[in-house]
């Protein structure tokens, strides 16, 4: 396939047979990372053949971004600048991992997406949505995640979560306000999109969570092999 038909790919799945796009999201320790594992074993137990991955990093260079975001003692950032960096992460992850594999039918599971810019830059740090959408669009045409898990659960408990795993980044030292903001347009995103988002109580005990993952994930394994 040339560069140029694949960037002109719109994202639509009845465009190229693409495999399936998957994200887990939500603010700071409501287990992401921990029910990567689980949606990972639901996949491989249906078989797919499966890309796992994250945000900010996913490619040599979107990591060493990862690091200038993240590190709680690195250089300060304008949040326009954090902003367009988590994008410029963005675009290289799309272009060098995420579109080469959905474009070949493997799947892809990604630890955190643009859900995130939208909770963390845009609301969070009060850059706004609508910023957000515009770089959405500009990075990545029509492509969205064909289903976006949320792990909600209320930031006291999230970050009293996410303290007790070790030392905290840029992100996880931000104030309650912050993750009530990023928390709330979690959910308004996945109120507005039914149809691509499932919000999971996080606040359940690990084994209940893991089974509404894997619920979740087999059901929409489900649905799209019959469509
Ligand atoms: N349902 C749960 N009940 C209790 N503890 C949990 C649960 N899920 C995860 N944990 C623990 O909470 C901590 C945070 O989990 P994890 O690292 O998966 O969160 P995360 O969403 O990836 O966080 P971050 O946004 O910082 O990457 C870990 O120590 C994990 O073992
Ligand atoms: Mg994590």
Known sequence: MTEHNHEANDGTRHDTERGAFIVLEGIEGVGKTTQMAVAEQALKDAAKSLVCTREPGGTA???????????????????????LLMFAARANHLHEK??????????????????????????????????????????????????????DAEPELALTR?????????????????????????LDRAKAHPERYAVIDASMPLEAVSQAVAATVAGFVHQWDQS
């Open 162 to 186: 996410a303290k007790n795993r070790g030392p905290v980044d840029r992100f996880e030292q931000e104030s309650l306000d912050f993750f009530h903001r990023a928390r709330q347009v979690y």
């Open 98 to 151: 995420i579109r080469p594999a959905l474009n070949r039918g493997d799947w892809v599971l990604c630890d955190r997406f643009t859900d995130a810019s939208y909770a963390y830059q845009g609301a969070g740090r009060q850059l706004g949505v609508a910023r957000i959408a515009v770089l959405e669009k500009w990075v990545q045409a029509e492509l969205r995640p064909d289903l976006v898990i949320i792990l």
């Open 61 to 83: 260079a979107g990591e060493a971004l990862r690091s200038v975001l993240l590190d709680k003692d690195g250089a300060p950032l304008s949040l326009e600048a954090e902003t």
